[in-house]
């Protein structure tokens, strides 16, 4: 990302202004492998806690950032300055928002289904709120 316009094009300013060329096809693939990543854990989600609502959601939310993402690769390619980054704004947010709340959904279903199944017993309580900080603290990671 850096490389291209830094130092393929080293004292070239014009070319400082420009897109790389391998941002939209990233943009693509970051969106294309959060869909499965997602869907499977809201699957997951679905057959832990018995709560298709909380999964259909989850499901809903990555499938918009599928589509911002998507938006976002598209538009990436027609406005190819950072001068024109205000017209990428919406796809850009219409991808990275629903991404971060589905994160957070999971992150927070999980920890929820977690702490369900305490069983009493000290060892296995504290083995399950290590679970838990550690689901928390990683899930919570990946939104920002």
């Known amino acids: 990302m850096v490389y291209e316009p830094l ?6 300013i014009q070319n400082v202004n420009i897109y790389p ?5 990233i943009v693509a693939l970051m969106g294309a492998l959060a869909l499965p990543a997602q869907s499977f854990i809201s699957w997951k989600i679905v057959r832990l806690q018995q709560s298709f609502w909380i999964g259909s959601v ?6 918009v950032s599928f589509a911002g993402s998507i938006l976002s690769a598209f538009q990436i390619r027609e406005y190819q300055k950072f001068t024109e980054k205000r017209a990428l ?5 219409l991808w990275l928002a629903p991404g971060a709340a589905a994160d957070i959904i999971i992150a927070c279903s999980l920890s929820y289904s977690l702490y369900k199944r305490r069983t009493g017993l000290r060892s296995t309580d504290a083995v399950l709120r290590r679970i838990i900080r550690l689901t928390l603290q990683t899930g919570l990671i990946t939104c920002v």
């Open 7 to 12: 130092v393929v094009h080293f004292g070239n």
């Open 21 to 25: 060329r391998a941002l939209c096809p």
């Open 58 to 63: 989850i499901g809903m939310f990555s499938a």
């Open 89 to 93: 704004t919406f796809s850009a947010v």
